[in-house]
T-cell receptor, first 115, second 109 residues
Framework: DAGVIQSPRHEVTEMGQEVTLRCKPI?????LFWYRQTMMRGLELLIY????????DSGMPEDRFSAKMPNASFSTLKIQPSEPRDSAVYFC?????????????FGPGTRLTVT | AQSVAQPEDQVNVAEGNPLTVKCTYS??????LFWYVQYPNRGLQFLLK??????LVKGSYGFEAEFNKSQTSFHLKKPSALVSASALYFC???????FGKGTKLSVKP
């Protein structure tokens, strides 16, 4: 199994530009999670999906952030327009969703730098 | 509500010595608990979990954790630390929707 795949691995963009991060979960997993990690705030859950449906997006910081999961094998996190404070490492994770007893499998992350 | 706390930002230990990374929890219902490790420039990696049964749980890389209901703790342990274990360690409750702030483990030769 290839694990969770994220692209791009690194993204450098200018303030105001649109950024799209991509994630392919592990085949057979029906839950997908987007996290953001910074030194100041640690690891924050942004949004998670169950069976392609967004369950909780209360962690999405602003309307500039949006996430979609059009099918079981693909999800995107979009920031439009981007700002310097969005600079962080963004992780995607997937898991089986049952009795909350399943661990998550994380992708390698996308390091976003907004100048 | 589910929450965990990692009281130490950093743990320093000499190679070969035993190590403990602390986690306390506050959960409703069954206290499913998890430990993850993050190496530099990598995503989090699952180490072990407690669901039910034996209070001592064994996981990857020789790590184990002891579930203690009376102390509401789930400390991560390893009998003999290796330099390669230097990383960031996260505790998480059931659902894995929130994580502790992380504890940086530094093992010196």
């Amino acid at each position: 199994d290839a694990g969770v795949i994220q692209s791009p691995r690194h993204e450098v963009t200018e303030m105001g530009q649109e950024v799209t991060l991509r994630c392919k979960p592990i085949s057979g997993h029906n839950s997908l999670f987007w996290y953001r990690q910074t030194m100041m705030r640690g690891l924050e859950l942004l949004i998670y999906f169950n069976n392609n449906v967004p369950i909780d997006d209360s962690g999405m910081p602003e309307d500039r952030f949006s996430a979609k999961m059009p099918n079981a094998s693909f999800s995107t996190l979009k920031i439009q327009p981007s700002e310097p404070r969005d600079s962080a490492v963004y992780f995607c994770a997937s898991s089986s969703w049952g009795l909350s007893s399943y661990e998550q499998y994380f992708g390698p992350g996308t390091r976003l730098t907004v100048t | 509500a589910q929450s965990v706390a990692q009281p130490e930002d950093q743990v320093n230990v000499a190679e070969g010595n035993p190590l403990t990374v602390k986690c306390t929890y506050s959960v409703s219902g069954n206290p499913y608990l998890f430990w993850y490790v993050q190496y530099p420039n990598r995503g989090l990696q699952f180490l072990l979990k407690y669901i039910t049964g034996d209070n001592l749980v064994k996981g990857s890389y020789g790590f184990e954790a002891e579930f203690n209901k009376s102390q509401t703790s789930f400390h991560l342990k390893k009998p003999s630390a290796l330099v390669s274990a230097s990383a960031l360690y996260f505790c998480a409750p059931r659902g894995n929707l929130i994580f502790g702030k992380g504890t940086k483990l530094s093992v010196k030769p």
